[in-house]
């Protein structure tokens, strides 16, 4: 009778620890399916009797990605466009610069097939650009001004005329200068180089009732009482009429 019950207790105890045993596989599984944040550790799985975290690999795509990114600002291309001129006291459109020069200097039309074409590149509003101008003959192929100095106090002016290209942010290089543009949300402005290098005021005029030109001056009184018919105008580029 003894040797019975000791059998039976034996036996409970087995069921017992095949029990607990089970239970605490399942659980093992569940929180390794679940991803349980308890096992984020090498301690915390050998405890719970799990093998030690997989090694950390770098991420490959992110450096990729970083990669892909553009660096600088890039540039935006102009071709075949044109230059719409408007008086600057009251917007008005006042033609295109004509194609054909009067004794070497550009003024208007009505029309674009008397009209300049223009190209060039921009990349950002503050770098003097140069502008070439389609199907002009080199080596005044490009878009400038003729002249010398432009000061304040004085009426003295540069001509809008076919040029040489010439540097950037340089003096005339007899007395032609190209890269005298600046350009931003399709208006073009210009910034004279005197001879000894510094930046005047510049403005562009237009005298309609004298020589014709497009100017630029950096004294609009001084200028307006020499030329009292001129006036401000400002450029836009357009690719339409």
Known sequence: MLQLRNVLFVFILSLVYLSSAVRLR???????????????????????????????????????AKRAQPSGNPCTSYTSDYIKVYRSSNGVFLGYIKKTPTEGGYGLTSGQGSAIKISFSACDSSSPISISIDGAPAPNSYLGFTGTNINTGTSSSAILAPVKNTPANSPPSNNMES???????????????????????????????GSGYIQITADPGKFTQQYPNSYAVYFVVSNTA
């Open 179 to 209: 890269a005298v543009w600046q350009f931003a949300s399709n208006h073009i402005a210009a910034q004279w180089v005197n001879v000894d290098s510094s930046k005047p005021p510049t403005y562009l005029f237009y005298n309609p009732n």
């Open 26 to 64: 399942y659980r093992r599984e569940a929180l390794i399916q679940g991803n349980d944040l308890s096992l984020r550790t090498n301690a915390a799985r050998m405890a719970a009797g799990l093998g030690p975290l997989p090694p950390r690999r770098a991420d490959p795509t992110r450096v990729a």
